[in-house]
């Protein structure tokens, strides 16, 4: 991970299922994948990139902060 930007280098029996797992987590935004997929065993060796999500401050009272 370097400046917020994560770099998954890896293998996986199913790389484009990854996309959409970090897709619905909060930590991270505009996951995708990079580069060609290249099987090998039956498996797809993968590059995978995703930004840092920022945190969402709140305020005491549980309340979101809106900023024009």
Do not use: C, Y
């Amino acid at each position: 991970m370097e400046n917020g930007r994560l770099q998954l280098i890896g293998f996986s029996g199913s790389a484009s299922a990854l996309v959409p797992l970090l897709e619905d987590s909060p930590h991270w935004k505009t996951p995708a994948l990079t580069g060609v997929l290249q099987s090998t065993g039956g498996r797809d060796r993968f590059t995978l990139v995703a930004e840092l999500q920022p945190p969402v401050m709140e305020t005491a009272d549980g309340a979101v902060p809106h900023t024009p």
